[in-house]
Antibody, heavy 118, light 109 residues
Framework: QVQLQESGPGLVKPSQTLSLTCTVS??????????WSWIRQPAGKGLEWIGR???????NYNPSLKSRVTISVDTSKNQFSLKLSSVTAADTAVYYC??????????WGQGTLVTVSS | SSELTQDPAVSVALGQTVRITCQGD??????ASWYQQKPGQAPVLVIY???NRPSGIPDRFSGSSSGNTASLTITGAQAEDEADYYC????????????FGGGTKLTVL
Protein backbone atom coordinates (compact mmCIF):
# COMPACT_ATOMS: atom_id res chain seq x y z
CA GLN A 1 0.00 0.00 0.00
CA VAL A 2 1.49 3.28 -1.12
CA GLN A 3 1.77 5.90 1.61
CA LEU A 4 2.83 9.53 1.37
CA GLN A 5 4.06 11.78 4.15
CA GLU A 6 4.70 15.51 3.98
CA SER A 7 7.40 17.15 6.06
CA GLY A 8 8.80 20.63 6.46
CA PRO A 9 8.53 23.82 8.49
CA GLY A 10 5.09 24.76 9.73
CA LEU A 11 5.91 28.45 9.88
CA VAL A 12 7.47 30.55 7.13
CA LYS A 13 8.11 34.29 7.16
CA PRO A 14 6.64 36.52 4.46
CA SER A 15 8.84 36.92 1.35
CA GLN A 16 10.75 33.74 2.19
CA THR A 17 10.63 30.35 0.46
CA LEU A 18 8.34 27.55 1.59
CA SER A 19 10.00 24.15 1.29
CA LEU A 20 8.24 20.82 1.75
CA THR A 21 9.20 17.22 1.08
CA CYS A 22 6.97 14.25 0.42
CA THR A 23 8.32 10.81 1.28
CA VAL A 24 6.76 7.88 -0.54
CA SER A 25 6.71 4.46 1.09
CA UNK A 26 5.25 1.12 0.13
CA UNK A 27 6.65 1.27 -3.37
CA UNK A 28 9.27 2.91 -5.51
CA UNK A 29 8.50 6.41 -6.70
CA UNK A 30 10.02 5.37 -10.03
CA UNK A 31 7.87 2.29 -10.61
CA UNK A 32 4.91 2.57 -12.93
CA UNK A 33 3.97 5.54 -15.04
CA UNK A 34 2.94 7.86 -12.25
CA UNK A 35 2.98 11.57 -11.73
CA TRP A 36 3.37 13.08 -8.29
CA SER A 37 1.60 16.29 -7.33
CA TRP A 38 1.30 19.00 -4.73
CA ILE A 39 -2.12 20.35 -3.79
CA ARG A 40 -3.05 22.93 -1.18
CA GLN A 41 -6.14 23.98 0.74
CA PRO A 42 -6.52 27.23 2.69
CA ALA A 43 -8.56 26.88 5.85
CA GLY A 44 -12.26 26.61 5.07
CA LYS A 45 -11.65 26.79 1.33
CA GLY A 46 -11.32 24.48 -1.64
CA LEU A 47 -8.46 22.54 -3.17
CA GLU A 48 -5.87 24.05 -5.51
CA TRP A 49 -3.52 21.98 -7.68
CA ILE A 50 -0.01 23.41 -7.48
CA GLY A 51 1.87 21.22 -9.91
CA ARG A 52 3.17 17.76 -10.77
CA UNK A 53 6.37 15.96 -11.58
CA UNK A 54 7.19 12.75 -13.41
CA UNK A 55 10.08 10.64 -12.23
CA UNK A 56 12.00 11.73 -15.32
CA UNK A 57 11.92 15.23 -13.83
CA UNK A 58 9.35 16.61 -16.26
CA UNK A 59 7.10 19.17 -14.54
CA ASN A 60 3.86 21.07 -15.05
CA TYR A 61 2.73 23.94 -12.85
CA ASN A 62 -0.47 25.81 -12.13
CA PRO A 63 -0.18 28.95 -14.30
CA SER A 64 -1.23 31.13 -11.38
CA LEU A 65 1.76 29.93 -9.33
CA LYS A 66 4.24 29.03 -12.05
CA SER A 67 6.59 31.95 -11.49
CA ARG A 68 7.10 30.98 -7.84
CA VAL A 69 6.97 27.17 -7.85
CA THR A 70 9.63 24.53 -8.27
CA ILE A 71 8.92 20.81 -7.87
CA SER A 72 11.80 18.35 -7.88
CA VAL A 73 12.26 14.62 -7.36
CA ASP A 74 14.95 12.55 -5.67
CA THR A 75 14.39 8.96 -6.72
CA SER A 76 17.27 7.70 -4.55
CA LYS A 77 15.39 8.89 -1.46
CA ASN A 78 11.91 8.09 -2.83
CA GLN A 79 10.96 11.71 -2.30
CA PHE A 80 9.68 14.70 -4.20
CA SER A 81 9.75 18.28 -3.04
CA LEU A 82 8.02 21.64 -3.34
CA LYS A 83 9.54 25.08 -3.19
CA LEU A 84 7.31 28.15 -3.27
CA SER A 85 9.11 31.46 -3.24
CA SER A 86 8.11 34.96 -2.12
CA VAL A 87 5.32 33.69 0.09
CA THR A 88 2.60 35.88 1.55
CA ALA A 89 -0.23 35.26 3.98
CA ALA A 90 -2.31 34.07 1.01
CA ASP A 91 -0.04 31.02 0.81
CA THR A 92 -1.10 29.87 4.28
CA ALA A 93 -2.75 26.50 3.75
CA VAL A 94 -2.67 22.79 4.34
CA TYR A 95 -0.31 21.36 1.74
CA TYR A 96 -0.89 17.84 0.46
CA CYS A 97 1.27 15.62 -1.68
CA UNK A 98 -0.52 13.08 -3.83
CA UNK A 99 0.01 10.52 -6.57
CA UNK A 100 -1.67 11.65 -9.75
CA UNK A 101 -3.47 13.24 -11.56
CA UNK A 102 -3.68 10.54 -14.17
CA UNK A 103 -6.54 8.24 -13.13
CA UNK A 104 -7.28 10.68 -10.36
CA UNK A 105 -5.29 11.51 -7.26
CA UNK A 106 -5.45 8.05 -5.76
CA UNK A 107 -3.09 8.41 -2.83
CA TRP A 108 -2.69 11.44 -0.56
CA GLY A 109 -0.51 12.40 2.32
CA GLN A 110 -2.19 13.47 5.55
CA GLY A 111 -1.39 17.11 4.82
CA THR A 112 0.78 19.62 6.61
CA LEU A 113 -0.25 23.09 7.71
CA VAL A 114 2.06 25.86 6.63
CA THR A 115 1.47 29.28 8.11
CA VAL A 116 3.04 32.39 6.62
CA SER A 117 3.59 34.93 9.36
CA SER A 118 6.31 37.09 10.78
CA SER B 1 -12.91 31.54 -9.55
CA SER B 2 -12.67 27.91 -10.60
CA GLU B 3 -13.16 26.68 -14.14
CA LEU B 4 -15.26 23.90 -12.62
CA THR B 5 -18.51 24.98 -10.97
CA GLN B 6 -20.24 23.08 -8.19
CA ASP B 7 -23.29 23.89 -6.07
CA PRO B 8 -22.04 24.96 -2.63
CA ALA B 9 -24.43 22.75 -0.70
CA VAL B 10 -26.78 19.84 -1.28
CA SER B 11 -28.87 17.82 1.14
CA VAL B 12 -30.38 14.34 0.94
CA ALA B 13 -32.58 12.26 3.20
CA LEU B 14 -31.02 9.15 4.64
CA GLY B 15 -31.32 6.28 2.18
CA GLN B 16 -32.32 8.45 -0.75
CA THR B 17 -30.39 9.20 -3.95
CA VAL B 18 -28.46 12.42 -4.51
CA ARG B 19 -26.63 13.81 -7.52
CA ILE B 20 -23.77 16.27 -7.16
CA THR B 21 -22.87 18.11 -10.34
CA CYS B 22 -19.78 19.79 -11.75
CA GLN B 23 -19.89 22.07 -14.79
CA GLY B 24 -17.07 23.26 -16.99
CA ASP B 25 -16.04 23.54 -20.63
CA UNK B 26 -13.15 21.11 -20.16
CA UNK B 27 -15.61 18.38 -19.20
CA UNK B 28 -16.64 18.15 -22.85
CA UNK B 29 -13.17 16.67 -23.49
CA UNK B 30 -11.97 15.20 -20.21
CA UNK B 31 -13.44 13.01 -17.51
CA ALA B 32 -13.79 14.32 -13.99
CA SER B 33 -12.57 12.62 -10.88
CA TRP B 34 -14.40 13.00 -7.58
CA TYR B 35 -13.13 13.30 -4.02
CA GLN B 36 -14.78 12.98 -0.64
CA GLN B 37 -13.31 15.03 2.19
CA LYS B 38 -14.38 14.82 5.81
CA PRO B 39 -13.35 17.46 8.38
CA GLY B 40 -9.70 17.33 9.29
CA GLN B 41 -8.94 14.58 6.78
CA ALA B 42 -7.26 14.36 3.42
CA PRO B 43 -9.51 13.95 0.38
CA VAL B 44 -10.32 10.43 -0.77
CA LEU B 45 -10.76 9.50 -4.44
CA VAL B 46 -14.21 7.98 -4.98
CA ILE B 47 -14.65 8.08 -8.78
CA TYR B 48 -12.24 8.46 -11.70
CA UNK B 49 -12.41 8.05 -15.43
CA UNK B 50 -15.67 7.15 -17.11
CA UNK B 51 -17.10 5.56 -13.94
CA ASN B 52 -14.38 3.77 -11.99
CA ARG B 53 -14.31 3.21 -8.25
CA PRO B 54 -11.04 2.63 -6.42
CA SER B 55 -10.82 -0.43 -4.24
CA GLY B 56 -12.81 -0.01 -1.04
CA ILE B 57 -15.25 2.59 -2.35
CA PRO B 58 -18.86 1.39 -1.96
CA ASP B 59 -20.82 0.72 -5.14
CA ARG B 60 -23.45 3.27 -4.11
CA PHE B 61 -21.04 5.85 -5.59
CA SER B 62 -21.18 6.25 -9.36
CA GLY B 63 -20.14 8.80 -11.94
CA SER B 64 -21.50 10.00 -15.24
CA SER B 65 -20.99 12.77 -17.74
CA SER B 66 -23.01 14.62 -20.35
CA GLY B 67 -21.86 17.60 -22.34
CA ASN B 68 -20.16 20.06 -20.01
CA THR B 69 -21.51 18.45 -16.85
CA ALA B 70 -20.09 15.64 -14.75
CA SER B 71 -22.15 14.08 -11.99
CA LEU B 72 -21.49 12.06 -8.88
CA THR B 73 -24.48 10.01 -7.77
CA ILE B 74 -24.86 8.42 -4.37
CA THR B 75 -27.63 5.82 -4.42
CA GLY B 76 -28.94 5.19 -0.92
CA ALA B 77 -27.00 7.86 0.95
CA GLN B 78 -25.66 6.89 4.34
CA ALA B 79 -24.90 9.08 7.33
CA GLU B 80 -21.18 8.52 6.76
CA ASP B 81 -21.47 10.06 3.30
CA GLU B 82 -21.92 13.51 4.82
CA ALA B 83 -18.81 15.35 3.64
CA ASP B 84 -17.44 17.86 1.16
CA TYR B 85 -17.18 16.59 -2.40
CA TYR B 86 -14.81 18.01 -5.01
CA CYS B 87 -14.60 17.39 -8.73
CA UNK B 88 -11.31 17.66 -10.59
CA UNK B 89 -10.30 17.64 -14.22
CA UNK B 90 -8.01 19.20 -16.76
CA UNK B 91 -8.59 22.88 -17.41
CA UNK B 92 -9.85 24.15 -20.74
CA UNK B 93 -6.57 25.65 -21.93
CA UNK B 94 -5.39 22.49 -23.63
CA UNK B 95 -2.26 22.55 -21.45
CA UNK B 96 -1.59 19.91 -18.78
CA UNK B 97 -3.11 21.86 -15.91
CA UNK B 98 -5.60 20.52 -13.40
CA UNK B 99 -8.35 22.36 -11.59
CA PHE B 100 -10.75 21.54 -8.80
CA GLY B 101 -14.33 22.59 -8.42
CA GLY B 102 -15.21 24.77 -5.46
CA GLY B 103 -16.70 21.84 -3.58
CA THR B 104 -20.19 20.76 -2.51
CA LYS B 105 -21.13 20.28 1.12
CA LEU B 106 -23.39 17.24 1.34
CA THR B 107 -25.71 17.02 4.32
CA VAL B 108 -27.49 13.74 5.04
CA LEU B 109 -30.75 14.44 6.85
Amino acid sequence: QVQLQESGPGLVKPSQTLSLTCTVSGGSISSGSYYWSWIRQPAGKGLEWIGRIYTSGSTNYNPSLKSRVTISVDTSKNQFSLKLSSVTAADTAVYYCARGPMSGFGYWGQGTLVTVSS
Amino acid sequence: SSELTQDPAVSVALGQTVRITCQGDSLRSYYASWYQQKPGQAPVLVIYGKNNRPSGIPDRFSGSSSGNTASLTITGAQAEDEADYYCNSRDSSGNPNWVFGGGTKLTVL
